[in-house]
């Protein structure tokens, strides 16, 4: 996948846990859209499905959300960046001498 896509990928989640990725000029649109509303409350139309924004918990860049979804899972994440499991020790850092 080219890097420039990926970069501008997001996801919306809503409080019933669905999840819509958008990317390009379709995640601009709904941005500006939010933006017009002024924080009012109203039915979006966004991929032939409408959003209530009431219901909308925010918009996220996949890299959040996998970092949600392994910390779900018990994992944690090193000051190296990272993951290991629940009660695992790290040993990705090692001063000189030890």
């Known amino acids: 996948m080219n890097q420039e896509i990926a970069k501008d990928l997001k ?3 809503m409080k019933n846990g669905i999840e819509i990725t958008l990317e390009g ?16 409350h109203r039915l979006i139309k966004i991929e032939g499905r409408s959003l209530n924004t009431a219901e909308l918990v925010g918009i996220f860049y ?6 949600l979804y392994m910390r779900k899972r018990g994992m944690w994440k090193c000051g190296k960046g990272r993951w290991h499991q629940k009660n695992e020790d790290c040993h990705c850092y090692r001063p000189l001498g030890h």
């Open 62 to 67: 996949p890299d959040d959300l996998e970092e």
């Open 25 to 40: 000029e379709k995640l601009e649109r709904f941005e500006n859209a939010l933006q017009e509303l002024g924080g009012q």
């Open 11 to 13: 996801v919306i989640i």
